[in-house]
């Protein structure tokens, strides 16, 4: 079956501009998770859907990013005014229920000019 | 301090050794480890997860874990070339939401 897919897979912007990333999870997954990559790195817990429930966004590294779930699926990771520190591969995984092991997206790597 | 420490490598070994990689956690809340595989320019895919203390083993891999010393390994018997790749250890407190990931063991498989 089709895996996790994220869009886009590349996005290159300038600083100040507001970027928006997709991430669609494996049909069924009710968990869904967001990650950030910086170079040499490793990832860095950003937000979790679970369901209806609400999300656990502990991770967001400030209130210029936000992400959304609609209709417990598609989710979209938004940056706002955007930084040139906000450049990394963000990574998308998806989850069962109450299973541990995430499938990842190809990722987006984002950069800012 | 970071929640989970990995030496960054690389760390090199002649195709056919045993390749052993060290992670070690802060909290002694995690309950759940996890080694994951990342090959340059692709996304992570997991290749053991381990609970308890002790050994398990899955083919070449074998996970170790001590909650006593906070430390969880990952031993591949008879590495390929095919296993250079950079070794990703994460921790989890038994929540299914947080996962705490080291920043990754560079693995050089030489043929």
């Known amino acids: 079956g089709a895996g996790v897919s994220q869009s886009p897979s590349n996005k290159v912007t300038e600083k100040g501009k507001d970027v928006e990333l997709r991430c669609d999870p494996i049909s069924g997954h009710t968990a869904l998770y967001w990650y950030r990559q910086s170079l040499g790195q490793g990832l860095e817990f950003l937000i979790y859907f679970q369901g209806n429930s609400a999300p656990d966004k502990s991770g967001l590294p400030s209130d210029r990013f936000s992400a959304e779930r609609t209709g417990g699926s598609v989710s979209t990771l938004t940056i706002q005014r955007t930084q040139q520190e906000d450049s990394a591969v963000y990574l998308c995984?998806?989850?069962?229920?109450?299973?541990?092991?995430?499938?990842f997206g190809p990722g987006t790597r984002l950069t800012v000019t | 301090q970071k929640e989970v420490e990995q030496n960054s490598g690389p760390l090199s070994v002649p195709e056919g050794a045993i390749a052993s990689l060290n992670c070690t956690y802060s909290?002694?809340?995690?309950?759940?480890f996890f080694w994951y595989r990342q090959y340059s320019g692709k996304s992570p895919e997991l290749i053991m997860s381990?609970?308890?203390?002790g050994d398990k083993e899955d083919g070449r891999f074998t996970a170790q874990l001590n909650k006593a010393s906070q430390y969880v390994s990952l031993l591949i018997r008879d590495s390929q070339p095919s296993d250079s790749a950079t070794y990703l250890c994460?921790?989890?407190?038994?929540?299914?939401?947080?996962?705490?990931f080291g920043s990754g063991t560079k693995l050089n498989v030489k043929p």
């Open positions: 381990i609970y308890s203390n």
């Open positions: 994460a921790a989890n407190r038994g929540n299914f939401n947080k996962f705490y």
């Open positions: 909290d002694r809340v995690s309950q759940s």
């Open positions: 995984a998806s989850s069962e229920d109450r299973v541990y092991e995430q499938y």
